[in-house]
């Protein structure tokens, strides 16, 4: 079992609808996760982060968090053309090192 | 304040010869973290520097080695390269969110090193 899962996709979503991005891990004692967002040929960028149950809004994002369940989940509302990229679920294991998952490749099309 | 910078940018190498990488962290920053990114593997984790001290390593072969400065720079080397080593590094680091105890990592561009 990989430590971090996600659907590769593409996951298809006309502009303006909600994209929703899910994601498993294995380790249960994992405190932090994180959204990045890759553009083809770019570097990944932070989108957000959360490590409390729950939700966590920050403008057209929703990082949900439920840590029974060992599942993170990412919500895009209002979804664009521009937001189309791989976005990355990464775990933070400790001292700083990032296990991250296989990504999930968004198309938003107009 | 400026991001993460890495250099080069690209390189191009051939199997056997060694490579060094080079990254600054983001002003203040003291942790430094290094990955691997191939399209078959992903991004995979290298090792962590914070005040010049190695913390945490990931499972690549003994190739791969870095170091940090006092000025929190850092370097990566890899040794003896080999055609699969072709992949973009990319280095990462850390500051403290305020009001909180977690660490988020801020990546720099990245260099992508061709092995032939």
């Known amino acids: ?110 | 304040k400026a991001g993460v910078t890495q250099t080069p940018r690209y390189l191009i190498k051939t199997r056997g010869q060694q490579v060094t990488l080079s990254c600054s962290p983001i002003s203040g920053h003291r942790s430094v973290s290094w990955y691997q990114q191939t399209p078959g593997q992903g991004l995979q984790f290298l090792f962590e520097y914070f005040s010049e001290t190695q913390r945490n390593k990931g499972n690549f072969p003994g190739r791969f080695s870095g170091r940090q400065f006092s000025n929190s720079r850092s370097e990566m080397n890899v040794s003896t390269l080999e055609l699969g080593d072709s992949a973009l590094y990319l280095c990462a680091s850390s500051s403290r969110t305020s009001g909180s105890n977690q660490e988020t990592q801020y990546f720099g561009p990245g260099t992508r090193l061709l092995v032939l």
């Open chain 1, 1 to 110: 079992q990989k430590e971090v899962e996600q659907n590769s996709g593409p996951l298809s979503v006309p502009e303006g609808a909600i994209a929703s991005l899910n994601c498993t891990y294995s380790d249960r004692g994992s405190q932090s996760f994180f959204w990045y967002r890759q553009y083809s040929g770019k570097s990944p960028e932070l989108i957000m982060f959360i490590y409390s149950n729950g939700d966590k809004e920050d403008g057209r994002f929703t990082a949900q968090l439920n840590k029974a369940s060992q599942y993170v989940s990412l919500l895009i509302r209002d979804s664009q053309p521009s937001d189309s990229a791989t976005y990355l679920c990464a775990v933070n294991t400790g001292f700083q090192k990032l296990v991250f998952g296989t990504g999930t490749r968004l198309l938003v099309s107009p």
